[in-house]
């Protein structure tokens, strides 16, 4: 099992922008990871992923922040970034880190705490 520590995240105006990271503890070589976020009464969404933690061209956003956010892994640093561009109020949304040591299909996700990121107009 793999602990995840978030950090970051807070308030910004629409198009500002913020820096989520995510510090992992345990071997992260051939796992999975990934962010989600969710607002209340909604199902958690996936929205930027790196399969395969060692190979970075296996990572991937949802459209509704493509172009916007970036996912990135530092190794030296085992820490997990999602860089966020272009903010929208639509954005607003805790969000976790997440990541599956194994890979497994389906994942079986070990989660950071959450960070609250707010967008305003």
């Known amino acids: 099992q793999l602990q995840l520590v978030q950090s970051g995240g807070g308030s910004v105006q629409a198009g500002g922008s913020l820096r989520l990271s995510c510090a992992v503890s345990g071997s992260t070589r051939g796992a999975c990871m990934a962010w989600f976020r969710q607002v209340p009464g909604k199902e958690r969404e996936k929205v930027a992923w790196i399969d395969w933690i060692d190979r970075e061209n296996d990572a991937g956003t949802t459209d509704s922040v493509k172009g916007r956010f970036t996912i990135s892994f530092d190794s030296a640093a085992n820490t997990l970034y999602l860089q966020m561009n272009s903010l929208k109020p639509e954005d607003t949304a805790m969000y976790f880190c997440?990541?599956?040591?194994?890979?497994?299909?389906?994942?079986?996700?070990?989660w950071g705490q959450g960070t609250q990121v707010t967008v305003s107009s």
């Open positions: 997440a990541a599956d040591r194994s890979c497994s299909v389906p994942r079986r996700w070990d």
